[in-house]
């Protein structure tokens, strides 16, 4: 059973570009979560998706920021226009869901190190 | 939302034991988490404990719980090179989104 796998493992872009980052979540989880990692921190929550929804953004920036997570295929998390504070790097995690037995634990991926120039 | 507090560094000698300490805000987390976190890779699950408990220990991890002070410790015996990481506690909110402390880079001298 692969684990969460995530692509690319590092990203650069330029001030102004898009960066995709992808996630697929391990084999049978419904649940993904994006998290931030920046510079000698711990991780900040950014987003919870189930298929297809949106479950809780409230970690996400307003702007320049969305996820998604559809039917078919990874989740998404995408940065509009980076600048260098994006600089960081995301995780993304999953569980299966309220059904398991330990419905909380998280499964990390690897996680996408992002460098804007 | 939650805040979840770490001592930043901790120095040991291989073969002593190390004591990571953590604070917690939400008491009604189910469970309490301990992450580990090599130099460039993702977090690696350790241990957890359920929130009835005050103690579980597995293998060289012994996991400290005390609901009344919020506190949380992990305790590594015996500790090794290996063991040189940084180590996160994390607790979730009732809405599954976990909340991290800063980390604890824990550095093991030869």
């Known amino acids: ?117 | 939302g939650e805040d979840v507090e770490q001592s930043l560094f901790l120095s040991v000698r291989e073969g002593d034991s190390s004591v990571i300490n953590c604070t917690y805000t939400d008491s009604s987390s189910t469970y309490l988490y301990w992450y580990k976190q090599e130099p460039g890779a993702g977090l690696q699950l350790l241990t957890y404990i359920f929130s009835n408990m005050d103690m579980k220990q597995d293998q060289r991890l012994t996991v400290l719980l005390n609901k009344k002070d919020k506190h949380l410790s992990l305790r590594i015996a015996d500790t090794q090179t290996g063991d040189s990481a940084i180590y996160f506690c994390a607790e979730p909110d009732n809405f599954n989104k976990f909340y991290f402390g800063s980390g604890t880079k824990l550095n093991v001298k030869p």
Request: hydrophobic content about 35%.
């Open chain 1, 1 to 117: 059973n692969a684990g969460v796998m995530q692509n690319p493992r590092h990203l650069v872009r330029r001030r102004g570009q898009e960066a995709r980052l992808r996630c697929s979540p391990m084999k049978g989880h419904s649940h993904v979560y994006w998290y931030r990692q920046l510079p000698e921190e711990g991780l900040k929550f950014m987003v919870y998706l189930q298929k297809e929804n949106i479950i809780d953004e409230s970690g996400m920036p307003k702007e320049r920021f969305s996820a998604e997570f559809p039917k078919e295929g990874p989740s998404i998390l995408r940065i509009q226009q980076v600048v260098r504070g994006d600089s960081a790097a995301y995780f993304c995690a999953s569980s299966p869901g309220a059904l398991s037995g330990r419905a909380n634990e998280q499964f990390f991926g690897p996680g996408t190190r992002l460098t804007v120039l």
